[in-house]
Nanobody, 123 residues
Framework: QVQLVESGGGLVQAGGSLRLSCAVSGRTFGAYAMAWFRQAPGKEREIVAAISWRNITTYFIGSVKGRFTISRDNAKNTVYLQMNSLKPEDTAVYYC????????????????WGQGTQVTVSS
């Protein structure tokens, strides 16, 4: 059984930064592609960024490119999302997810999910 636990969310002013962490326990972390999704109130869940087991990164939302950075530390079984220059439209619950089949933008491809962490950006 694989468990994902996010941390690092909170309330921040526009222009500020947060670093989300997702600790993964269970089976071999290095074999999974990892991703961060987010879901704002009244909106569908959307993928923000993903990183393959080979550390190839993909950013799926144009507005986060240059501001967000996804990374992973296989020795610590942890994936990170560094978020800089935050904007009110980044407000959402952020989820990490793990996929054994590789990076995909489709939520249904991901095998395991964390419980989510709230990020609120005030203007």
């Amino acid at each position: 059984q694989v468990q994902l636990v996010e941390s690092g969310g909170g309330l921040v002013q526009a222009g500020g930064s947060l670093r989300l962490s997702c600790a993964v326990s269970g089976r071999t972390f290095g074999a999974y592609a990892m991703a961060w999704f987010r879901q704002a109130p009244g909106k569908e869940r959307e993928i923000v960024a993903a990183i393959s087991w080979r550390n190839i990164t993909t950013y799926f939302i144009g507005s986060v490119k240059g501001r967000f950075t996804i990374s992973r530390d296989n020795a610590k079984n942890t994936v990170y999302l560094q978020m800089n220059s935050l904007k009110p439209e980044d407000t959402a619950v952020y989820y990490c997810a793990a996929a054994s089949r590789g990076v995909s933008s489709e939520p249904r491809v991901y095998d395991y999910w964390g419980q989510g962490t709230q990020v609120t950006v005030s203007s």
